[in-house]
């Protein structure tokens, strides 16, 4: 017959004996095993996401376009048209969302192209939106996919990092924003029939063509390659928002043939004067892009066509220190951390700015233009003591310049 202490020593919840347990813990009235501790965790985890769900991933109350560039102006600087555009395209993604089922009128889904030169702000764009609307949100880059069956990402992945994005939430995903990075580098490489597949061009146009448009999709939770015996989640893209970006280098060539326009040489004409002929981009039509690489029936799924202009001195300058996240304050913050108060001249600033438009890269040519410059700063002045200000001025800026490797490549 078992004594009094053995039946006290099993859990109150499933009575398993201690010895079949690593952890029994024991109450006032009874004893709790390590497993029904974990299981209980699992319960309160989906009750509290359950309770959760309907708030989750949506649009914040009494937002109207004006706010959301409202908010952009903190991130981005310039580009207004483009803000215009992209902030009444999300503003009405969501007024999509929210409409009644039983409407007769049924509103389409406009996804978004954002043409730009590199280091304009595409990914910027992409990121500030994210940081203002409570939605899953992830970013992918077009190189990496290929046609399926060949080696590299399938398409569906894409939507396999929403899902993680949101902790696999099927609802809340199926609502969310993707941004889709240099899809001018999926054009079609040639016009002209070939024997070989165009695997990462072509083939990944035609494969992204139903997930822009709206369709239930297969989807590896995990991602990777679909499998025959793997777990499939179904996921439908109706009401997912897709914002695709890219360089498309040398899409201004297509612009200026089109408009009949030269980039240099003489103007005639009272109509031409009327061109701005350093920005070409402004002028892109679905036809450039149908000329560069991009087939007819991509294009058609991406209604909302928005440039982004190039940045010049002026804006460079405010990059520098107006943003919320600018980059002078970035280094202003790194070297506070050592207790040392960083201060810049206007004409460090200036220096800077000339010789980022010298790279021609955009705001990432302004960063690498900052780190070289304050690199032997960043390295020196942690180990020395008693130093608690310093000051970048255009002397010490041209001294570290005419060093670096980069003053050798741009002289290449």
């Not at 706010?67 to 902030?87: P, W």
């Amino acid at each position: 017959m078992a004594t009094k202490k053995e039946i006290e020593q099993s859990c109150s919840f499933c009575g398993r004996k201690k010895k079949e347990t690593q952890i029994l813990i024991t109450g006032l009235e009874g004893q709790i095993c390590d497993q029904c501790v974990a299981q209980a965790q699992h319960i309160i985890n989906d009750e509290l996401h359950n309770k959760n769900k309907k708030t989750a991933f949506s649009l914040p109350g009494g937002i109207k376009p004006k706010d959301i560039t409202k908010f952009l102006d903190q991130f981005v600087i310039g580009q207004s048209e483009a803000k215009k555009y992209l902030s009444v395209a999300v503003y009405n993604h969501y007024k999509r969302l929210n409409q009644r089922k039983d409407d007769d009128v049924e509103i389409e889904k406009s996804n978004i192209l954002i043409a730009g030169r590199t280091g304009t702000g595409k990914t910027l764009f992409a990121k500030s939106i994210a940081k203002f609307l409570n939605v899953p949100f992830t970013i992918v880059d077009a190189t990496v996919f290929t046609e399926a069956g060949y080696v590299g990402e399938d398409v569906e992945s894409i939507l396999s990092r929403l899902l993680q994005s949101c902790d696999y939430d099927i609802e809340a995903a199926q609502r969310g924003i993707i941004y889709i990075d240099e899809v001018d580098k999926i054009s079609r490489k040639s016009d002209n029939p070939s024997i070989t597949r165009d695997v990462s061009g072509e083939g990944v146009q035609q494969a992204l063509l139903k997930l822009l448009e709206g369709t239930d999709v297969l989807v590896p939770p995990q991602g990777g390659r679909k499998h025959p015996d793997a777990k499939m989640v179904k996921l439908n893209t109706s009401n997912i928002l897709f914002i695709c970006g890219g360089a498309f280098d040398g899409i201004e060539r297509l612009i200026s043939s089109r408009l009949n326009q030269a980039k240099i040489g003489f103007k005639k004409g009272d109509e031409k004067d009327l061109l701005d002929t350093t920005n070409f981009l402004q002028f892109i039509s679905p036809a450039d892009l149908r000329s560069f690489g991009l087939i007819p029936e991509l294009i058609g799924r991406l209604p909302i066509l928005v440039h982004l202009d190039p940045l010049n001195e002026e804006t460079l300058m405010a990059i520098l220190s107006e943003p919320k996240n600018a980059l002078l304050k970035q280094y202003h913050k790194l070297f506070q951390l050592e207790g040392i108060d960083l201060e810049f001249t206007e004409e460090a600033k200036h220096f800077m700015v000339e010789k980022a438009l010298e790279f021609n890269l955009g705001a990432r040519g302004l960063r690498a233009i900052c780190e070289t410059i304050i690199t032997d700063a960043m390295y020196d002045l942690p180990s020395e003591k008693g130093i608690t200000e310093f000051t970048i001025d255009k002397k010490y800026c041209e001294e570290k310049f005419s060093k670096s490797a980069a003053r050798k490549l741009m002289a290449a």
